[in-house]
């Protein structure tokens, strides 16, 4: 099938394009970026006013597939990607059971591939089980197509273990995705530690349970040489850390997720446990540090650690709620609407930061629209406003504390492999 | 509901000639003013209860007890009533078993409120019997309850209201009848 | 007034200053029914109330149920075992079922803070909270100020000393936005690792020394101290705290000669109180109590005793 995308703003950071211009597509692959193209064969895609973007990489998602199918399976799983922009999602290991041998790893990547609609790449374990002690089967995970490993939820505690962890995934190159946060400076938290949760008297957790784990980590690296990559950093002594460490050299990268962009620890004041999420909101002070070190380049990508609950475990009281938020089918439009729209990032950064920025953590050969690659292709709507309605997500997880916000420029198309997966926000055949 | 006056039935003078002779009617009924207790209903009973028991100080030579009586808590209608009703306190300071307790309002009209204020009232003490006062009667009654002492009686359609204003009150003495005015 | 066209009572902080005078004034009247022979009036006769504590609680529970029955309210108390209903029913599917039994309002104590607000939210029953977590204990500082304004004549611009555990104590919160909107000056006392971190936001002054606390203060309210904290690691042992913070008569030296003291109770004589100055008249513990029963009943009152579906929802 040959697709021809015509008359779109084509932003493609991995090759400095942006500009209007035509795409073709052909067997799956990027064919040209061109001016005027034209095709007789090709099925056309008029993409005026929209722009037309490297297919967008979400590093940091919870499918829940296998044992808590309840929540999200791959397949609404994919489907959420798919609506929401993505290509390529990698999904975390705190499955049941969690992703630390070849053979769970293989089985994500197989229903993935029936499903068909984006790119499942499974994150490994950095320990058996998850449990922090013993190291996984590196090798094999790496063999079964594990793209990173992961603790991710269940910190690794102790220090000897992760310098071995970094130690080892570094025979692989494989970056090791940390969840840092101090269990014993956050226990029973519920939310950041400050006014707000004093405010509301639920027990906080102070932005140094994350910032003191970071730091750990940090050291590790340095000591091991292995690649650290932070998991969704939240507070501004998180970016002051991140961006020493890379300008002392440490092989160090970090995302952050749209809420800790968008929403502050005031919002926690409803008690409605959707905006209950590991780490928690945090200030405004907070929020506008991790706006900078998006433009500065501290933060290297935007991941939504999409999170999806059944309704008991987020309907009930707020101290008993599970954290996360399903974030796959916003966060695009969080962003275009809070950050891009209001000039606090130009758009060229935000494509990267969805798309560069992810596939260069993991040496992903997508992320671009280089002719030759696979043809994995977002096309957003800048212009299109649309409400929030969790009612309507793919996902089975309705968590989120976004419903019924009014946001202006979402994904209009996504292009898997050369065959369109969404088009506005819907799922296509 | 918008209401206006539409004339004056009683004024200042005539209020008190009601007053002194009910004050009378009071001394004679029962014989003297010994184990008698004067109590008004809130808010305008209080005031008449006030004077109730000068007036009968003046001819008497001696005092009565007073008290006012809050009767919220005992009103039939509050589920009906759009917004709450504020309590106050009631002052009956003073032990009413064995007394006789004559009650004093402004208008007599259904009863409901002399209803409430006998449950209130009960639920204070024993008295040895209860008598009721009020300037105005006015007819339409809902419940079997009378007057024992009526300062005048004043015949009323159900589109009429009566306004009793006291100086402690409404800074003037006078009675009149008000209607609805349609908007 | 604000509070009439609220469903629920869920803390001070969004009550405004005339709501709650008219909750302390007709607790004024409602005092006077306890002190009767005959505690009753029918005001609330066919209305039914639950209480329904999540945790243990003996004063306020007994407090809300006597309160609802002086008005005649039929009242039933449920107590709920927290850790058999982790594995039981939904908190939902509970209210939910004790909404269809008939009741008007709920008075719910939790341990988690925010619960009775979830609830709110998820049943017609109007809701009062009687202690949620750390975060309010509305009917308790509305006691306290009512105690505190019968002794003073009136709640403006005192100074008040609230001493102890801060962090965890949601008396302490409830206290604080309802005198500060008096214009009370309100201190709080207690060691800094009870201290919640940024609690001069909220319009108070913090003190770690007891002594310089109560300068000039006519109020001072004693908190418990749950020993449970000290074997947290929040405090050395019950002794050092009693040598610091323990309220003892020579304290009342510094404030005012006409001092009030306070307590929620339980008290822990000997910890956060000396037992002379508990039994002493400055110490109004007692009093509390029956004024606890009389703002409640004045909250019952207001809440049910008018329209009921014409103001809910």
């Known amino acids: ?429 | 509901m918008q209401l206006r006056d539409k004339n004056v039935i009683m004024d200042e003078m005539g209020i008190k000639r009601a007053l002194t002779r009910i004050a009378h009617e009071i001394i004679e009924r029962n014989k003297g003013i010994e184990d008698v207790a004067v109590v008004g209903i809130r808010r305008r009973g209080g005031p008449l209860a006030q004077r109730l028991a000068a007036r009968i100080e003046e001819i008497e030579g001696i005092s009565v007890p007073v008290g006012i009586l809050d009767i919220t808590l005992y009103r039939d209608d509050l589920t009906t009533l759009a917004s709450q009703p504020l309590v106050h306190r009631t002052e009956v300071n003073f032990d009413i078993n064995g007394l006789t307790i004559v009650l004093v309002d402004d208008v007599l009209y259904t009863g409901r409120t002399v209803r409430a204020a006998l449950d209130a009232l009960i639920d204070l003490g024993r008295p040895k019997s209860i008598q009721l006062a009020v300037l105005i009667d006015r007819g339409h009654r809902e419940l079997p309850i009378k007057a024992d002492f009526i300062g005048k009686n004043v015949p009323t359609s159900h589109l009429e209201e009566i306004a009793v204003r006291v100086k402690e009150i409404d800074s003037k003495d006078e009675v009149v009848i008000q209607e609805i005015v349609k908007t | 007034m604000g509070f009439e066209q609220t469903k629920d009572l869920l803390g001070l902080r969004e009550l405004n200053r005339e709501d709650i005078e008219l909750i302390l004034n007709t607790a004024l009247p409602m005092k006077d029914i306890i002190k009767r022979d005959i505690k009753k009036v029918p005001t609330l006769r066919g209305k039914a109330l639950a209480t329904v504590f999540y945790e243990p609680s003996t004063r306020t529970r007994t407090s809300f149920e006597i309160a609802g029955k002086y008005l005649s309210a039929d009242t039933v108390n449920l107590t709920v075992n927290t850790s058999s209903v982790l594995k039981g029913e939904s908190l939902r599917d509970t209210i939910k079922t004790i909404e269809v039994m008939g009741f008007d309002l709920m008075v719910m104590r939790h341990s988690m803070s925010g619960t009775p607000h979830y609830v709110a939210r998820n049943t017609r029953m109007r809701i009062i909270n009687a202690g949620d977590g750390a975060n309010e204990h509305p009917t308790q500082a509305l006691l306290d100020m009512f105690s505190i304004k019968e002794k003073k004549g009136s709640l403006d611009n005192l100074k008040i000393a609230i001493v102890g555990d801060i962090l965890h104590s949601r008396v302490a919160r409830s206290n604080i936005y309802g005198l500060s909107k008096f214009g009370c000056e309100v201190r709080v006392v207690g060691p800094s690792t009870l201290m919640p971190p940024e609690i001069e936001k909220l319009g108070v002054k913090r003190y770690y020394n007891l002594d310089e606390a109560l300068n000039g203060v006519d109020v001072i309210n004693v908190l418990r101290i749950q020993r449970e904290r000290q074997q947290l690691g929040l405090f050395p042992s019950l002794d050092e705290y009693a040598d610091l913070y323990m309220l003892s008569p020579e304290h009342l030296l510094r404030a005012k000669d006409d001092v009030l003291v306070l307590h929620p109770g339980p008290m822990n004589r000997g910890v956060e109180i000396s037992s002379q100055l508990a039994d002493s008249n400055v110490a109004v513990i007692n009093e509390q109590v029956t004024n606890g029963v009389a703002v409640r009943m004045a909250l019952l009152f207001l809440m049910m005793g008018g329209a009921k579906d014409e103001i809910a929802n």
């Open chain 1, 1 to 429: 099938m040959r697709l021809l995308i015509k008359g779109g703003r084509v932003i493609d950071p991995s090759n400095g394009l942006n500009a209007i211009m035509d795409i073709l597509v052909d067997e799956g692959r990027i064919v040209a970026v061109e001016n005027n193209l034209a095709d007789d064969v090709a099925e056309v895609i008029d993409a005026k006013d929209k722009l037309v973007c490297p297919g967008f990489i979400d590093m940091h998602v919870h499918l829940r597939e296998p044992g808590l199918e309840y929540k999200e399976d791959i397949t609404s799983g994919s489907k959420a990607a798919a609506a929401g922009g993505f290509t390529t999602v990698c999904c975390m290991p705190n499955t049941e059971p969690a992703i630390d041998n070849a053979a769970i790893a293989s089985f994500i990547r197989e229903r993935a591939r029936k499903t068909g609609l984006t790119n499942v790449l499974p994150i490994g374990t950095i320990t058996r089980g998850r449990a922090g002690n013993e190291l996984s089967e590196m090798a094999e995970l790496v063999s079964a197509g594990c793209i990173a490993v992961s603790d991710d939820g269940s910190p690794v505690m102790r220090a000897d273990v992760m310098r071995n962890g970094l130690e080892y995934a570094k025979m692989f190159s494989l970056p090791v995705l940390a969840h840092c946060e101090d269990l014993n400076l956050s226990r029973d938290g519920q939310m950041h530690e400050g006014y707000y949760s004093i405010i509301y008297g639920l027990k906080g957790i102070p932005a140094e349970a994350e910032e003191v784990a970071i730091a750990r980590d940090i050291m590790l690296a340095r000591l091991t040489g292995g690649h650290l990559h932070v998991c969704h950093i939240s507070t501004m002594g998180a970016v002051d850390l991140i961006r020493e460490a890379k300008e002392e050299g440490i092989k160090v990268t970090c995302e952050v997720t749209p809420h800790h962009l968008v929403l502050s620890d005031e919002a926690v004041g409803t008690y409605d446990a959707n905006t209950k999420v590991s780490p928690p909101l945090r200030p405004w002070e907070h929020i506008e540090a991790l706006r900078e070190a998006l433009n500065e380049g501290v933060i290297d990508c935007i991941a939504t650690d999409h999170a999806p609950h059944h309704l008991e475990s987020k309907d009930c009281e707020y101290v008993l709620a599970s954290p996360g938020i399903s974030g796959l089918e916003t966060a695009v439009a969080l962003i275009m609407n809070e950050l891009v729209n209001p000039g606090i990032l130009d758009i060229e950064r935000m494509v990267s930061l969805f798309t560069t920025g992810p596939a260069e953590i993991l040496g992903l050969d997508r992320g671009t629209l280089t002719p030759g690659r696979v043809a994995d292709v977002t096309l957003l709507d800048p212009n299109m406003v649309k409400t929030v309605d969790p009612a309507k997500f793919y996902s089975k997880g309705k968590n989120t504390p976004f419903g019924g916000r009014e946001l202006k420029g979402w994904p209009y198309m996504t292009i898997r492999s050369g065959k369109i997966v969404a088009r506005e926000g819907q799922i296509v055949g």
